[in-house]
Structure formats: C-alpha cells, structure tokens
C-alpha cells in the first residue's frame, strides 16, 4: 500500500483547522524563505503532519512546504536560499541544517522508508 493512500485516521476531522486549508495555499509555494520559513513553523502542530511529509516523499514532490519540510526538484533542503551566491556562513549553516532536518525524518520514521528521502547537497 502507498503511503501517499494511506488511510486517514478517522478521528481527524478533515475540516479541522488545518493550517494548509486555514491559510492561503501559496504560502506553501512560495519564492520567498520567509515565507517558507512560516509555512514550516505553521505544519509544526497539524495532526497529518507525518502523513502529510510520507506522501510527499513517497511521490518525490517537486517543490513546496509538505509536512513542515522544504522540497525543491524532490528533495529535502533545509531551508530555502536566496538567489546568488551563498555566503561562507550560510554554507556552513546549510551543512547543519541538512543533518538536523535527516535526524528529523528518522524521527518520523522515514529515513530508512522504501523510497529513501533524498536529501539536497
């Protein structure tokens, strides 16, 4: 069975206040780091949240916010960087970031799942 068809749990109303449905939906698919930042901070509570990134994995999704991750061209990034060239700080910052968000994804279990999370260099 997918994980992206995965059954949702039935004591989760599909009309609760979901941050993806509360908010304007662009947010999600935003050019801007900051507002990718805020749609991140936004997943942190949802309850489909797990669901949520699993499916998004699971389809390889090209770009957006998708269970409090970044994707871009279906990978995990950490953050979002502006355009031009990165700054010797930022790289350093990004190198950490990508390790705390893959311990984030073991966390939820899917790290090790069977399409392996792909992580942006």
Same mark, same amino acid.
Do not use: H, T, Y
């Given at each position: 069975?997918?994980?992206?068809? =995965?059954?949702?749990?039935?004591?989760?109303?599909?009309?609760?206040?979901?941050?993806?449905? !509360?908010?304007?939906?662009?947010?999600?698919?935003?050019?801007?780091?900051?507002?990718?930042?805020?749609? !991140?901070?936004?997943?942190?509570?949802?309850?489909?949240?797990?669901?949520?990134?699993?499916?998004?994995?699971? /389809?390889?999704?090209?770009?957006?916010?998708?269970?409090?991750?970044?994707?871009?061209?279906?990978?995990?990034?950490? /953050? !979002?960087?502006? %355009?031009?060239?990165?700054? !010797?700080?930022?790289? =350093?910052?990004? =190198?950490?970031? %990508?390790?705390?968000?893959?311990?984030?994804? =073991?966390?939820?279990?899917?790290?090790?799942? /069977?399409?392996?999370?792909?992580?942006?260099?």
């Amino acid at each position: 069975m997918s994980l992206a068809l =995965a059954p949702l749990d039935v004591s989760v109303d599909l009309e609760a206040n979901l941050p993806c449905r !509360k908010f304007d939906p662009d947010l999600w698919f935003s050019d801007s780091p900051a507002e990718l930042e805020l749609a !991140k901070s936004l997943c942190g509570d949802c309850p489909l949240r797990v669901e949520c990134l699993a499916g998004a994995v699971e /389809r390889s999704e090209p770009w957006g916010v998708w269970g409090g991750e970044i994707f871009e061209r279906g990978a995990v990034v950490p /953050r !979002k960087r502006p %355009r031009g060239r990165p700054r !010797k700080e930022d790289v =350093a910052r990004d =190198a950490a970031l %990508r390790v705390e968000a893959q311990a984030r994804l =073991a966390a939820d279990g899917l790290a090790g799942s /069977r399409s392996a999370v792909r992580l942006a260099a």
